[in-house]
């Protein structure tokens, strides 16, 4: 599985994304508004059938906007999962173990010239013995650093791993399909 | 349909605003779902497919609601459509009537 996000894009997206429903929520309210209006200024027996249909339509109305919401919700999860990450995260987790293996490799590599290093004969001259001293701490700190990096990759593997199973969760439980009726309404009473 | 109850430009003013709101609505509900694809392109993982695929679900609704806001306004046009007919109609009738009780008064 290959993980390519834009965190930083991703987030600022999403709030623009939250703008727009934001937006598209007032225009769908004052649409309604007006019906709702248009029901005073226009009363008969026509009008109250037309009023009853138009509370069904606010309903899918609102329940659509509310499943818009929610998928929108899904990326703000999302971009709240990798947002302290960094600005983007690139990573082909299926090379994952191969990664892993080859820091293993580099490490053991680092112990057998730590190895070496130790057995070298001491009874040099000053300078050769601080070269050979300087050498061996050199190689400790490669060494630390090798094995800080593999914690550091399993953990964002790991992160990365949940952080997926967490968000597909999530998406699993978004509606998959949206009912929204043809509207279907005559002056001449024949209503659908 | 009873004309008495139908004030005519007050209705007007609210199938224009209606109209207007609609059209808001319509490309509001177009920038969603193209902010919806933007997102999913700077989140390319094994969850995106079917992010994408709930996204669709939802976007083949909006030509139902776009339909459905010109058919509400296509209604109340009607009504004043209906309003005009009537109300000509009565302007028809009493003109006929005014013809019909005519009386002409040179015999007198």
Partial sequence: MI??????????????????????DEAELNIF????????????????EFEGKMKNEKKYTQNFLGAIQKNKDALRFAYDEYKAI???????????SAIIKAVDTCISNANDVIYELDRAERGFYYYELTLINNQRSNMYTVRDNLKTMKSKLNELYKKIENAEARIATKVSKLESSMTFPEFDFSLDGRNG | ???????????????????SYSN?????????????????????????????????????????????????????????RRYYEIA?????????????????????
């Fill in chain 1, 3 to 24: 993980v390519d996000i834009n965190i930083k894009q991703l987030g600022s997206l999403v709030t623009e994304l939250t703008e727009l429903i934001n937006e598209c």
């Fill in chain 1, 33 to 48: 508004n007006q019906l709702k209006e248009a029901c005073v200024n226009w009363q008969d027996g026509n009008s109250v």
């Fill in chain 1, 86 to 96: 960094g600005n983007k995260l690139y990573a082909n987790l299926e090379k994952k």
């Fill in chain 2, 1 to 19: 349909m009873n004309d008495n109850k139908v004030n005519e430009s007050l209705l007007q003013k609210n199938i224009d605003l209606l109209k």
């Fill in chain 2, 24 to 80: 808001e609505e319509r490309k509001n509900l177009n920038l969603i779902f193209e902010k919806f694809d933007s997102c999913l392109a700077n989140y390319k993982t094994n969850n995106t497919k079917s992010m994408k695929n709930k996204h669709t679900a939802l976007k083949s609704r909006v030509t139902t609601i776009n339909s459905n806001r010109t058919k509400y306004a296509s209604v109340l046009e009607s009504v004043i």
């Fill in chain 2, 88 to 108: 000509a109609s009565v302007v028809v009738a009493a003109r006929k009537a005014e013809g019909d009780i005519h009386v002409d008064e040179s015999d007198y």
